[in-house]
T-cell receptor, first 114, second 112 residues
Framework: GAVVSQHPSWVICKSGTSVKIECRSL??????MFWYRQFPKQSLMLMAT?????????EQGVEKDKFLINHASLTLSTLTVTSAHPEDSSFYIC??????????FGNGTRLTVT | GQQLNQSPQSMFIQEGEDVSMNCTSS?????WLWYKQDPGEGPVLLIA?????ELTSNGRLTAQFGITRKDSFLNISASIPSDVGIYFC????????????FGTGTSLTVIP
């Protein structure tokens, strides 16, 4: 149980384009979803927290107009990296929880912006 | 965001040895979670702790929620090669609402 599916696994895009990453909870209702960013050999940095049907809460320093998060249903959240630049290249990981249960993670998306 | 410090940063051990690592926070936590991450994948939950002083095992893994609520420990007994990976602690601070923050990580290498 508690399976989180993230898609795509990897994406390469050109600078200036936008990329959408999907995160789905397959066998539970994700009342809260989290988006993290991870650079090589570093820890996971929380970008934003979203509750279904509400606006996401962004961490300090994360541009909400750059990283658009939508949590429109209890099983789906999306992260859109708008006008991507090479410095946005990173490993993006979503996680989800139902109520107060522990976080369960997707397998991440490797974004490379050329 | 919340800062969680893990030590040691990295470990190189022989197969069969026991491993200990810890995680400390500057503020009180009401939940501690331990995850393992393999390269290129998302973290996988190992153990969840919910009460100060709680000691929980999952196979060869044992984790404890520190009495001060500002630290937690993870022990791995009789390590095997597949224990290789990065171990993270995580949790929400008391005053951070629903946000979960991750520790700096401990990289474990097991030498066969």
């Amino acid at each position: 149980g508690a399976v989180v599916s993230q898609h795509p696994s990897w994406v390469i895009c050109k600078s200036g384009t936008s990329v959408k990453i999907e995160c789905r909870s397959l066998d539970f209702q994700a009342t809260t979803m989290f988006w993290y960013r991870q650079f090589p050999k570093q820890s996971l940095m929380l970008m934003a927290t979203s509750n279904e049907g509400s606006k996401a809460t962004y961490e300090q320093g994360v541009e909400k107009d750059k990283f658009l998060i939508n949590h429109a249903s209890l099983t789906l959240s999306t992260l859109t990296v708008t006008s991507a630049h090479p410095e946005d290249s990173s490993f993006y990981i979503c996680s989800a929880r139902e109520g107060v249960s522990p976080l369960h993670f997707g397998n991440g998306t490797r974004l490379t912006v050329t | 965001g919340q800062q969680l410090n893990q030590s040691p940063q990295s470990m190189f051990i022989q197969e069969g040895e026991d491993v200990s690592m810890n995680c400390t926070s500057s503020s009180i936590f009401n939940t501690w979670l331990w995850y393992k991450q393999d390269p290129g994948e998302g973290p996988v939950l190992l153990i969840a702790l919910y009460k100060a002083g709680e000691l929980t095992s999952n196979g060869r893994l044992t984790a404890q929620f520190g009495i001060t609520r500002k630290d937690s420990f993870l022990n791995i007994s009789a390590s095997i090669p597949s224990d290789v990976g990065i171990y993270f602690c995580a949790g929400p601070g008391l005053n951070t609402g629903n946000q979960f923050y991750f520790g700096t990580g401990t990289s474990l290498t097991v030498i066969p």
